[in-house]
């Protein structure tokens, strides 16, 4: 059985710095890609970042280009996601999400096909 369990999320004033955590498991994951995304009731979901998790490779939205940064921990079969500098519009609840990396587009949320049941993150002014 698949899963992705996200943690970490939590309240953090203007500036502050979160981890978040996705634990993967039920199956080899080393020809995905890892994703992160977040969600505010009524909008769309928005791409975050994503890593690959043979290769490494990481993407970012520009948004959060020098302040978020992904990694991956093979051994844990763990992915990471260090927030700094968050902001009160940056409130949302995060989800960790998995794609093979031989099918779609990793910026869209439309080919990941495991999801986590998704993390709140407040950022409060």
């Known amino acids: 059985q698949v899963q992705l369990v996200e943690s970490g999320g939590g309240l953090v004033q203007a500036g502050g710095s979160l981890r978040l955590s996705c634990a993967a498991s039920g199956r080899t994951w080393s020809n995905y890609v890892m994703g992160w995304f977040r969600q505010n009731p009524g909008k769309e979901r928005e791409f975050v970042s994503a890593i690959d998790w043979s290769g490494g490779n990481t993407y970012y939205a520009d948004s959060v280009k020098g302040r978020f940064t992904i990694s991956r921990d093979n051994a844990k079969n763990a992915v990471y996601l260090q927030m700094n500098g968050l902001k009160p519009e940056e409130t949302a609840v995060y989800y960790c999400?998995?794609?093979?990396?031989?099918?779609?587009?990793?910026?869209?949320?439309?080919?990941?096909?495991?999801w986590g049941q998704g993390t709140q993150v407040t950022v409060s002014l």
């Open positions: 999400a998995a794609k093979s990396k031989f099918r779609g587009n990793l910026y869209s949320d439309y080919g990941y096909a495991y």
